[in-house]
């Protein structure tokens, strides 16, 4: 079983390229997210849903788009990429009902 | 803001020593406090978790305890090995946030052979 599935692992963008990052999970997990990790930030959250066609802002929304078209699949699009969204970016998945989450191995993105 | 601070940043110890980690929390409404654990290029995965029901949970050589009326609770890791060498962040959550997590800032974990 593969668990939470991310790609690219690594990214290179220039400042107000697009790109989208993609997050599949095959647990059946309703919940999915993603989560950004900075250097003395921790995992902030970005955007999450608890079902296909359901989705949430999390903490740090802006310049991120999400949408949940299946439940399998939680892609993460940037639309006018910014050096300040250089980061590591984590997708995470959960049954509704538990409160474990399973991470994916990361994807680095860096804005020039 | 930051709803959990955990401390310190980074930490070195001697193979067999006590690994202390320390969280604090301002929302009393966290109902469970999870730690995780990354190893690098690798994402955080589940350590140990405990309920603020009871003050201390044991798992194999790591324990966190629990202080309910501090809002503090805190990562023991026992008899620590190179391989513990890994980021381990606290996080805390409640039933009334669709259960999301809040993670702490992390703590970078350098066991010396």
């Known amino acids: 079983n593969a668990g939470v599935t991310q790609t690219p692992k690594f990214q290179v963008l220039k400042t107000g390229q697009s790109m989208t990052l993609q997050c599949a999970q095959d647990?059946?997990?309703?919940?999915m997210s993603w989560y950004r990790q900075d250097p003395g930030m921790g995992l902030r959250l970005i955007h999450y849903s608890v079902g296909a066609g359901i989705t949430d802002q999390g903490e740090v929304p802006n310049g991120y788009n999400v949408s949940r078209s299946t439940t399998e699949d939680f892609p993460l699009r940037l639309l006018l990429a910014a050096p300040s969204q250089t980061s590591v970016y984590f997708c995470?998945?959960?049954?509704?009902?538990?409160?474990?989450?399973?991470f994916g191995a990361g994807s680095r993105l860096t804005v020039l | 803001q930051q709803q959990v601070k955990q401390s310190p940043q980074s930490l070195i110890v001697q193979k067999g020593g006590i690994s202390i980690i320390n969280c604090a929390y301002e929302n009393t409404a966290f109902d469970y406090f999870p730690w995780y654990q990354q190893f690098p290029g690798k994402g955080p995965a589940l350590l140990i978790a405990i309920r603020p029901d009871v003050s201390e949970k044991k798992e194999g050589r790591f324990t966190i305890s629990f202080n309910k009326s501090a809002k503090q609770f805190s990562l023991h890791i026992m008899d620590s090995q190179p391989g513990d060498s890994a980021t381990y962040f606290c996080a805390a959550t409640d039933s009334g946030s669709a259960r999301q997590l809040t993670f702490g800032s992390g703590t970078q974990l350098t066991v010396l052979p």
């Open positions: 647990m059946n997990h309703e919940y």
């Open positions: 995470a998945s959960r049954s509704i009902d538990r409160e474990v989450l399973t």
